[in-house]
């Protein structure tokens, strides 16, 4: 399930390319949302196809050993370990995994010095050693080695990012929060799990598909009411001047914070400042928080946005532990 950091994402960065291109309807900015959400779900399935395939390199080093004309003891009798991975194995036969890569032709065909380039570092790193030369067998422990190979990955990431760039213009960001994803699904399989295991959905809920549609949807139908907002808390400067990255930033967490009442204000504000922190200048978190913290006190004065049920956690006036109490 895609995390709502990167829902977030996605709909800022729609949005910044929905005014760039300036003749774009609302309704192509959506098409275009819902095509980079289901991109980043591409992408889930593609690293945990790499896992597969890393094995892989595994197994046909073992078999071009064996086919030596004077193979050693060693190339006879090889360690087989990795490639009978218990949790690569369920991967491997998973029925959705094949039949959504089947359909979004996703494969590392065309591209495989990227699995024999991390066999390869693989092969020369600790953890490999450890769990080769380990006595143990069970599944927990191949299990927890899987988990260590994603965390290698991603300890050298830039070829892989670099392909992945080629293949998508979409995917340019989403690596890191798409292997929390595949880190989380290779902590749900256990040792008596099926090719029918259920894999991630691409939300955690309705909701959030509702959300990111919303999100996106509301920010650019008051475009106009918020750009005037954010004018007028920052005297000091013309809004032309203000870069655009900033200003989608601020509409996004104004939006949020009028439209969604359960999703507490704080929240939103440190989502967003933190979005802002890679997404804008180095100086920009600062410069959001100050006139996005303005703002907010003015709404709050004006009642122009209402809070309920969790959404209250912070509010003037809420007591935390009486609501615990009376749950």
């Not at 999703?263 to 890679?278: D, G, M, R, T």
């Amino acid at each position: 399930m895609i995390s709502r950091r990167l829902l977030r994402i996605k709909a800022l960065l729609v949005l910044y390319a929905f005014n760039r291109k300036k003749g774009d309807s609302l309704e192509a900015a959506e098409k275009e949302l819902l095509l980079s959400l289901t991109k980043s779900y591409d992408l889930y399935h593609l690293l945990l196809l790499l896992i597969v395939e890393i094995v892989d390199v595994a197994e046909e080093k073992i078999e071009i050993a064996r086919q030596k004309k004077i193979p050693t003891r060693e190339d006879l009798n090889p360690n087989t370990k990795l490639i009978e991975n218990r949790l690569v194995k369920q991967i491997s036969l998973n029925r959705q995994l094949k039949n959504y890569s089947g359909k979004a032709n996703l494969t590392w065909r065309d591209d495989s010095e990227i699995p024999k380039r991390y066999y390869n570092i693989l092969k020369d790193s600790a953890i490999y050693k450890d769990y080769m030369g380990s006595g143990k067998k069970s599944f927990s422990e191949d299990k927890r080695f899987i988990s260590r190979l994603l965390n290698l990955i991603l300890t050298e990431p830039e070829e892989l990012e670099s392909v992945l760039e080629e293949k998508s213009i979409y995917w340019n960001d989403d690596l890191d929060f798409i292997a929390v994803m595949v880190d989380k699904t290779l902590r749900q399989f256990k040792e008596n799990s099926t090719a029918d295991h259920r894999l991630m959905p691409l939300y955690r809920s309705p909701e959030d598909e509702v959300f990111v549609k919303k999100l996106l949807r509301k920010t650019i139908l008051n475009s106009a009411k918020l750009e005037e907002l954010i004018g007028s808390n920052t005297t000091n400067w013309e809004i032309e001047r203000i870069a655009l990255m900033d200003t989608l930033v601020m509409q996004l967490a104004i939006t949020e914070i009028m439209e969604f009442p359960e999703i507490p204000v704080k929240v939103s504000l440190n989502e967003y400042i933190e979005i802002a922190k890679f997404y804008c200048t180095s100086k920009s978190s600062t410069f959001v928080n100050g006139i996005l913290d303005k703002i907010v006190k003015e709404m709050r004065a004006k009642q122009l946005f209402r809070k309920t049920g969790r959404g209250l956690v912070g509010e003037p006036g809420f007591d935390e532990k009486k609501n615990i109490e009376k749950k």
